[in-house]
């Protein structure tokens, strides 16, 4: 019996639905960087990134920002392309914004607990229960969840926006009842809570923190509000990703317990390069959970891919996708003066 080596890449074979197995060869290092800047210029793309993605994608984003802060990158970007480095609902917030560009994201699975644990169906009931109510929605949901809102918020706008809402009208706040138990301390505005959190944050233990402080008396505490209470309240400042990177930054302390995803840590050494930096305690020693886990699916190599071909695309349909933007410009008109 003859054996033969069949030869893929030089075989003759239908590649229709298939990539030929020689694109796949990915370069590595120093090329794969070089590689990802020449299909930006190529295909006019911008890189926007978020905080919390592995350092080398935060290295060679054109944008790193918060959650706003990317959304107004997008809207406002005259690339043709949009990579972005970052979950799934950030991704579609800037097709929502900015339908004509074709916006790609490294990984489709890179999710969100919170965007994943709200449905629209879910606010519908909520609304018919509390017809009076205004419903206010972060920006950590799906479209169809935007799309049966009132208005968006972000961490960095939260406050403000909250603060804004007529104030006869109840407030449901979905979906992260941390988030939303810390404005309504913040506001004194009652809120009907959607019971959704972010694994990460949860994952804190303010046991092990509160201990962390004794033994560092020097250390201010930091923390994104989407922590428990219990860790914000013992926080010294709480505050959206980029407010928490500018606080570490200014404050006189040179020591500060970082209670968010530990991604930060690589843009907060760049920004304050003599200053102690320890991440927060989370309650098991044998688990990363304070790497988002989603956040971290996207890697240099699926960043390539996606730039290379064009895949995996955000595609959002055109009802939806004008349900889903008038919150999201509501937000972004009340958030003018927030950086
Ligand atoms: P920021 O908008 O503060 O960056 O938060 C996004 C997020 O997903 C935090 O977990
Ligand atoms: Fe979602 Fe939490 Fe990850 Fe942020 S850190 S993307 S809220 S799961």
């Known amino acids: 019996m003859s054996t033969e080596t069949l030869d893929i890449a030089k075989a003759n074979l239908p590649v229709r639905g298939f990539l030929k197995v020689d694109d796949l060869l990915i370069p590595q290092g120093e090329e794969l960087v070089q590689a990802i800047l020449d299909l930006k210029k190529e295909k006019n793309a911008v890189i926007l990134a ?38 799934h609902f950030m991704a579609e917030a800037a097709k929502i914004l900015n339908p004509t560009k074709k916006v790609v994201l490294p990984d489709t699975q890179a999710g969100c607990s919170l965007a994943d644990g709200c449905s629209g169906e879910g606010l519908r009931k909520m609304r018919e229960q509390h017809p009076d109510a205004l419903i206010a929605t972060y920006i950590n949901c799906n479209a169809e969840t935007k799309a049966e809102s009132d208005i968006i918020v972000t961490s960095s706008n939260a406050e403000t926006i909250i603060k804004s809402l007529p104030a006869d009208r109840p407030i449901i706040f979905a979906p992260d009842k941390n988030l939303g138990r810390f404005l309504s301390k913040k506001t004194g505005r009652d809120m009907i809570l959607w019971d959704g959190s972010c694994i990460v944050h949860e994952a804190f233990s303010m046991e092990r923190i509160a201990q962390q402080l004794a033994e560092h008396p020097d250390a201010k505490l930091i923390a994104h509000p989407e922590s428990e209470s219990a860790v914000l309240d013992l926080a010294h400042f709480v505050g959206s990703t980029s407010a928490l990177l500018n606080f570490v930054e200014k404050d006189d302390s040179q020591k500060f317990i970082i209670a968010t995803e530990e991604g930060i840590l690589h843009e907060m050494k760049k920004r304050a390069p003599h200053k102690e930096l320890i991440p927060a305690l989370v309650f098991d020693d044998t688990c990363n959970c304070s790497e988002c886990f989603y956040m971290k699916r996207n890697t240099m190599e699926k960043l390539y891919l996606c730039m290379k071909y064009e895949l995996p695309e955000i595609i959002i349909e055109e009802e939806l996708r004008l349900k889903a933007l008038k919150p999201i410009e509501e937000m972004l008109e009340l958030s003018k003066t927030i950086k």
């Open 50 to 87: 978020h905080y919390y993605q592995p350092p080398a994608i935060q290295d060679i984003a054109d944008f790193l920002g918060d959650s706003l802060q990317l959304a107004r990158q997008a809207r406002d970007t005259d690339a043709d392309m949009i990579a972005f480095c970052g979950v």
